[in-house]
């Protein structure tokens, strides 16, 4: 089968690997559509360092039931995603204490890692059975890959609190932000401001009602719009999307006394942190790294039943060999496009 690997800073490349192989357990898919994550722009960035290189990435994906292992409930040609997750190990810390999601060995999910499971770059993908979701027949593939992406802020929002009433500034406007913006509003937020440096993203959240303000992240003034924009006190809540340093200090910055902050963004690298804004601001930092296998079902089901749109940030298509080109028009800050996805052989 063909599938995309990790073979240096900056490269990826497109080889054939050998099939999964039909264990009478696990379910093999045969994969569709697969969504290209910040994430996996980051690997292919570190591709000449340890944890980057050799990583088969992929982990937002819809297909078919090409074996569908011990699940009875399946047949070949069944619509299905998956939890791009890993099984409880049952032995960690967590696991002994019953916090099977923060399972160290479920961390470690499919496509992010070099000594880890092989991601949906690829034609097939073996996976545990208890992982897979039907797709409802009211979603498509685009919508069930959206799904991932689309949990971690759902977490990270509802956990929060965001209600009625509240204040809440999200830094950055890539797929994450967008999520970030969109679950505030949905959980009732009356005024949500973004920062952004690319304007297209901007002016996406914008356009389809994310968001209440936009603010230029390059502005020297910044922080002195930000404050007046939140009333003069600062924001309730901040959601800090990029995984930068200066967005995250600015995050402090802008917030109120007691204000909770959510660091959503990912970071490859260490990053400064000026605590003694913390410290007096007594913030409450909050980092949301995935989700439940609960609130994956909970955003799928909201998907599917057409109460929280995801296809507003489906930007365009490439196929598998294209993804090196699409990588680095990602990549670029001329970039124009929110969410690629690769789409495979529908036959």
């Given amino acids: 089968m063909k599938g995309a690997i990790i073979t240096g800073a900056k490269k990826i490349e497109v080889r054939d690997f050998p099939m999964p192989e039909p264990d009478g357990k696990n379910v093999i898919m045969k994969v569709q559509t697969c969504g290209i994550c910040g994430s996996d722009i980051h690997i292919w960035e570190r591709g000449d360092q340890p944890d980057s290189y050799g990583v088969r990435p992929g982990h937002e994906h819809a297909g078919v039931v090409f074996d569908p292992g011990s699940r009875t409930d399946l047949k070949v040609g069944d619509r299905i995603t998956s939890l791009p997750k890993n ?4 032995v960690c810390t967590a696991c002994m204490e019953h916090r099977y999601d923060d399972c160290t060995n479920r961390i470690k999910g499919i496509g992010c890692y070099s000594d880890g499971p092989a991601g949906t770059y690829a034609e097939y993908f073996i996976t545990a059975p208890q992982l897979v979701r039907k797709i409802p027949d009211t979603m498509t593939n685009e919508e069930a890959a959206m799904v991932e992406p689309c949990a971690t802020p759902y977490s990270a929002v509802k956990d929060m609190g965001i209600r009625r009433g509240d204040k809440v500034l999200v830094f950055g406007g890539g797929i994450i932000g967008s999520f970030a913006a969109q ?26 009602g994310n968001i209440d303000e936009l603010f230029d992240g390059r502005d020297p003034e910044l922080l002195g719009k930000l404050i007046k924009a939140s009333g003069g006190k600062g924001f309730d809540y901040v959601l800090e999307c990029t995984g930068a340093a200066q967005p995250l200090n600015m995050a402090m910055m802008a917030s109120k006394m007691y204000a909770r902050i959510a660091i959503i963004g990912i970071s490859a690298e260490p990053i400064l942190f000026n605590n003694i804004v913390a410290l007096f601001k007594r913030a409450r930092l909050q ?59 529908r036959d």
């Fill in 287 to 345: 980092a949301y790294f995935t989700y439940s296998d609960a609130e994956f079902d909970e955003v799928l089901r909201l998907i599917a039943e057409k109460k929280f749109d995801v296809l507003r940030y489906h930007s365009g298509d490439c196929s598998l060999d294209e993804i090196e080109k699409s990588f680095e028009y990602l990549h670029s800050p001329e970039c124009e496009k929110i969410k690629i996805m690769i789409q495979f052989p």
């Fill in 87 to 90: 099984t409880p190990c049952g």
């Fill in 183 to 208: 679950w505030s509003k949905y959980f009732g937020a009356d005024y949500v401001a973004m920062v952004e440096v690319n304007d297209f993203r901007g002016k996406k959240n914008l356009e389809v």
